[in-house]
């Protein structure tokens, strides 16, 4: 009882909103997020055909939240790229899981168990990033909430929203997958976390912001993890949103969708596999139709 109340919850949280991220939670972040690149259909053949495309996807995967809250803010986009470090860091990251030999370094990171422990580590990266983006624009804003909102969401999701212009790089145009239409885990956690944190800035939220971000960070870390441990593309919000929108808005969000997507706008169909583009089934002939091929059918005979 002693330890535990020598290492107060409060204290603990603090102390855990002061670890850098640089460069070992930076460093998880971007190997899942260029992991989830090489995911993408065609995204191999890409880094053979054309390197600088495939590391300007990747560098968009890395760092497109901030390039999205940049704009956002009036800041320019490519102030990000200032940081040298951190763009060595993500290049590095990117060569070695596309051009490693032997695919050594993609199959060590793609290892469930090792995989796991980055993806939880990415998390706390998502959750600090909302964070600043929330303290960021309240420096401009003071009263702007849904600027606030806005900038701590494309903060936490920015990768996922701007997907269909990195598919774009890549020759592939999917509007379908417009993660806005269909919002992935993820993209709807960073969302609410934005509207938290926007809450907690503004003081309408009792809580103290390294409080805050020690229990979201748990919540997202815990949903990931299993999400991804058990294969699963389905949302611990949807059971909520299953009772509250259809009384707000007459039906659940987002529908009844046939896509489901992970944080980096990675489409999958309704049983979980990578979504693919079904022929068009043939039009059901008429009767008229049917008819005149009876007719020839029974014409033949007859000769």
């Excluded at 993806?119 to 009263?143: F, Q, S």
């Excluded at 009772?243 to 707000?248: A, D, E, H, K, W």
């Excluded at 139709?289 to 033949?300: D, F, I, P, T, V």
Aim: glycine share 6%; net charge neutral; proline share 6%.
């Amino acid at each position: 009882m002693e330890l535990l109340s020598a290492l107060s919850l409060g204290e603990l949280a603090l102390s855990f909103s002061r670890v850098p991220l640089f460069p070992v939670f930076d460093l998880s972040y971007f190997i899942v997020s260029i992991l989830y690149l090489k995911y993408e259909p065609g995204a191999v053949e890409l880094s053979r055909r054309s390197p600088v495309a495939s590391w300007i996807c990747a560098m968009l995967y890395c760092f497109g939240s901030y390039i999205l809250a940049d704009l956002l803010l009036g800041e320019a986009p490519i102030d990000y790229f200032s940081n040298n470090s951190s763009i060595l860091l993500a290049s590095a990251v990117w060569y070695m899981i596309f051009f490693c030999p032997m695919n050594l370094f993609y199959k060590c990171i793609s290892f469930l168990p090792v995989k796991l422990i980055f993806v939880a580590m990415k998390e706390v990266v998502r959750v600090r990033k909302i964070a600043v983006g929330i303290h960021h624009a309240h420096h401009h804003y003071h009263h702007g909430w849904f600027i606030m909102i806005a900038t701590g969401w494309v903060k936490g999701s920015g990768v996922a929203l701007m997907s269909n212009f990195e598919q774009l790089l890549r020759g592939v145009w999917k509007p379908e997958t417009n993660e806005i239409l269909h919002m992935s885990f993820p993209t709807k956690a960073s969302l609410y976390g934005a509207i938290l944190f926007t809450l907690q800035q503004t003081r309408w939220l009792p809580i103290s912001k390294a409080n805050l971000i020690f229990f979201c960070t748990l919540f997202m870390v815990s949903c990931k993890v299993f999400l991804t441990a058990t294969h699963s593309h389905a949302s611990p919000f949807d059971t909520i949103e299953g009772f509250i929108c259809p009384v707000l808005f007459g039906s659940a969000w987002g529908g009844p969708g046939d896509h489901q997507h992970d944080d980096d706008g990675f489409s999958h169909d309704a049983q979980g596999g990578p979504s693919s583009f079904h022929a068009p089934q043939p039009p059901a002939k008429s009767k008229e139709e049917l008819n005149e091929g009876s007719r020839k059918r029974k014409a033949k005979k007859a000769e």
